[in-house]
Every structure is written in C-alpha cells, then in structure tokens.
C-alpha cells in the first residue's frame, strides 16, 4: 500500500463510450501524474499536475481529459477511445522537495477498449 | 526518447544467489531511481541515488552510479522468490520543483525456489 488509490481497477469499455478514471492520494503531496503501460514498451508520461495546474501534457491525444479539482484527486476522463489505448493507466503522486523526488504509485486501471 | 535502458531484459536465477541489473542512459541526471513491479500492479520505490553519489545501499539492495558512463546497477543480494517482479529504472533530469521521470522498459526478474 502506497497510499495512492485508483478506482476502477478493471474496466472495459467500447469506443463510443465515455468513463473516468479515479485516482486519490492524502499523503499531502502536491504532485500528480498519469501514466500509460503498454505491453513490451516504456511507461510512458502523459500529464503532470503541480498544485492542480497542469504542467506537463506530453502530447496526449485529446481523448484523454485530465481534470484536478485539488492536490488530493486526479481524474482521467475518457471519450472515444481505440483499441490501441487499452493498456493499464498508472497514476503517482510526489512530494514537494528540493528536487530528489520519488513518486508513490497506485495500483493502476486496467483499461480494455473494444 | 526512452532515456533510461535496462540489461538484460529478462533474469531468471536461483532463490539464494545475487542479481545483478543494469541500466544504461543519455543524457545529464539529477538522480536515478529504481521501481519494482509486481504482476499487473503499481510500481514501488526501491532506492534513489543522486547524481553525485557513487554507492547507496538499503537491506538487501546495492545501487551504483557512473556518471561518467552514464550507467547505474542495482544488485539484489540472498535473492528470495518474492523478489520476482519487475524492475525499472528511471532518471530525473530536473533539478528543483518536482520529477519527471523517464523509465526504461523493465527488467523481468524470475527467482527460482
């Protein structure tokens, strides 16, 4: 336990369906990411919150929405998506530090679009 | 571009040997952190070191860094079955306000009993 939680941990969705991904955190940190796993490739970044502002969009099709009401919940909204975007979606949380930062993971979403 | 690179890409060894793991990358860092994985679940923090440290141990786990070579090791002493997982390594290359890493694709790690 990290104490970083996502909700759902499994969801399969069709293309044309619209769902959200949950993830919280009350470990007072005031970082916030979403990642993509795919199978046999590096996790990849797709969006950073500092604060509840965006600071880091990492060219992530506009499918994906990102929404962070306060530093304690991150949301991943979901629109249309493909196939290839079935994958497991991280999300991790750091603190505030003067630059030597571990980030603490959540268990992820297992996401299957058909 | 992937920054971090790991070697091999798969470790299968016996319960009670070392494992030894490597990750090569490209550019200047901050720090490098290592992360398991256990199946189908989030990543957990094992050990960071920062760019001007050399050595860090915690328990059973040795981490080095070669600036110079840009490459860094993480040794896994007595292995135990319940260290299979996976492991990544992951560089920050930013300094102040907060990380943003950039992991390699893993190292699969299977320890027999």
């Known amino acids: 336990e990290t104490g970083v939680t996502q909700t759902p941990r499994h969801l399969v969705m069709g293309m044309t369906n619209k769902k959200s991904l949950k993830c919280e955190q009350h470990?007072?940190?005031?970082?916030m990411y979403w990642y993509k796993q795919s199978a046999k490739k590096p996790l990849e970044l797709m969006f950073v919150?500092?604060?509840?502002?965006?600071?880091e969009n990492n060219s992530v099709p506009s499918r994906f929405s990102p929404e962070c009401p306060n530093s304690s919940h991150l949301f991943l909204h979901l629109h249309t998506l493909q196939p290839e975007d079935s994958a497991l979606y991280l999300c991790a949380s750091s603190p505030p530090s003067g630059g030597y930062n571990e980030q603490f993971f959540g268990p992820g979403t297992r996401l299957t679009v058909l | 571009s992937q920054q971090g690179e790991e070697d091999p890409q798969a470790l299968s060894i016996q319960e009670g040997e070392n494992a030894t793991m490597n990750c090569s990358y490209k550019?200047?860092?901050?720090?490098l952190q290592w992360y398991r994985q256990n199946s189908g679940r989030g990543l957990v923090h094992l050990i960071l070191?920062?760019?001007?440290?050399r050595e860090k141990h915690s328990g059973r786990l040795r981490v080095t860094l070669d600036t110079s070579k840009k490459s860094s090791s993480l040794l896994i002493t007595a292995s135990r079955a319940a260290d299979t997982a996976s492991y990544f390594c992951?560089?920050?290359?930013?300094?102040?306000?907060?990380?943003?890493?950039?992991f390699g694709k893993g190292i699969t790690l299977s320890v027999r009993p």
């Open positions: 470990l007072g940190h005031n970082a």
């Open positions: 919150y500092n604060f509840k502002e965006q600071t």
């Open positions: 992951a560089t920050d290359a930013r300094t102040g306000a907060n990380s943003k890493l950039t």
């Open positions: 550019t200047s860092i901050n720090n």
């Open positions: 070191i920062r760019s001007n440290e």
